[in-house]
């Protein structure tokens, strides 16, 4: 059965190129549709809405799904395997095992240098990780339970309400946390595992520029990163907008009107339609999963301005980018989590 299973997967976990004006476009799980010129009858995808990937140091990509409950691993040689969750939505295994637990819709995951794997454990309101060495499970952040609270105290202590998104500050010093149902960005120190705030006071709201971060309100942090200089980039799906919090505490909207629509140009101009997460890229440059706009939009600070990348006729006209969302630069390109099309694609 286990050989069977693995050929199933290989079928459909193939390099399928197409050639846009400006990238290059390969299908690395899943299929291309058939109006992109893919097969009229594909094979089914091993995915089930996969939400976010990162890499180890071993160079495996590591794909965690949020209705389908699993987290995979994809090998340098192509070939796919599950390696924790069951597929049900609940909360069970620390302790033992990462093969027998069980999440409930994670949102995304970050890899340490060590090559543990911390997991947006969303609905379970925590962050869980598992060990590299010993392959156990456990949570290292929150305790299941929906709220605010352990600011100043251990990460096991505190409670978040919608862990949505986890990301490791450059020297890993830092896991910042979009915190967003409280309106937050959390931060754990990697060495002591303390609970800070470090923007978004817990009411709903856009931030006035310029202002104390921790002392103003955001409207729904959705996904974070940042930066060797300390800057603090958060994307907000309700507020339409990206923001970034400079290394004095104080808080700017960079790009984004506030209004859902679909605009390029001056980054105070652009538009963005419910975005679902970011990373940063070389120069200094954001990635953003442009959910409602089936987009992959970029931000260059250098120049202020967003431009479209992918989807939409952009980039490459024959792709068809259903809710993508995730985004994760490395090897030289972009991963792109085409959530709604079961599939993960690569952009050169």
Same mark, same amino acid.
């Given at each position: 059965m286990r050989v069977l299973v693995l050929v199933c997967m290989l079928s459909v976990i193939h390099p399928a190129t197409t050639r846009g004006e400006d990238v290059v476009v390969k299908v690395l799980v899943g299929n291309r549709l058939p109006e992109e010129g893919g097969p009229a009858n594909p094979d089914a995808s091993p995915l089930t809405n996969p939400f976010g990937v990162d890499f180890d140091s071993s160079g495996n990509l590591i794909i965690v799904e949020l209705e389908g409950g699993r987290v995979h691993r994809l090998d340098t040689n192509g070939h796919l395997t599950k390696f &924790? @969750?069951? !597929?049900?939505?609940?909360?069970?295994? #620390? /302790?033992?095992? *990462?093969a027998n637990a069980t999440f409930n819709a994670m949102h995304n995951l970050a890899i340490a240098?060590?090559?543990?794997?911390?997991?947006?454990?969303?609905w379970n309101n925590c962050i869980r990780k598992i060990d590299a060495k010993t392959g156990i499970i456990t949570t290292f952040a929150g305790t299941g339970e929906s709220g605010f609270s352990g600011d100043?105290?251990?990460?096991?202590?505190?409670?978040?309400?919608?862990?949505?998104?986890?990301?490791?500050?450059?020297?890993?010093?830092?896991?910042?946390?979009?915190?967003?149902?409280?309106?937050?960005?959390?931060?754990?120190?990697?060495?002591?595992?303390?609970?800070?705030?470090? &923007? @978004?006071? !817990?009411?709903?709201?856009?931030?006035? #520029? /310029?202002?104390? *971060?921790?002392?103003?309100?955001?409207?729904?942090?959705?996904?974070?990163?940042?930066?060797?200089?300390?800057?603090?980039?958060?994307?907000?799906?309700?507020?339409?907008?990206?923001?970034?919090?400079s290394p004095d505490g104080r808080i700017r909207t960079i790009a984004g009107t506030g209004k859902q629509g679909f605009h390029d140009g001056p980054a105070m101009q652009a538009m963005f339609g419910a975005p679902k997460h970011l990373c940063r890229g070389p120069e200094g440059v954001l990635f953003i999963a442009d959910d409602q706009n089936q987009a992959i939009r970029k931000y260059d600070p250098h120049s202020q301005t967003v431009t479209t990348i992918?989807?939409?006729?952009? @980039?490459?006209?024959?792709?068809?980018?259903?809710?993508?969302h995730g985004v994760t630069f490395a090897n030289d390109r972009l991963y792109v989590v085409d959530m709604g099309h079961d599939r993960i694609l690569t952009v050169e």
């Open positions: &924790a @969750g069951d !597929g049900s939505r609940t909360y069970t295994g #620390d /302790g033992g095992p *990462a240098k060590s090559d543990d794997i911390y997991i947006a454990d969303s100043g105290g251990p990460s096991d202590e505190a409670t978040f309400t919608y862990v949505m998104c986890i990301t490791f500050s450059p020297d890993e010093r830092y896991l910042d946390i979009a915190d967003i149902n409280n309106h937050r960005v959390r931060r754990i120190d990697m060495a002591t595992n303390i609970v800070t705030t470090i &923007a @978004g006071n !817990g009411e709903k709201g856009v931030p006035t #520029d /310029g202002a104390i *971060a921790m002392e103003s309100p955001l409207v729904d942090p959705r996904a974070v990163t940042s930066d060797e200089e300390g800057n603090v980039y958060i994307l907000e799906r309700g507020g339409h907008a990206l923001r970034v919090v992918l989807g939409r006729g952009h @980039g490459d006209p024959d792709i068809r980018l259903k809710n993508p």
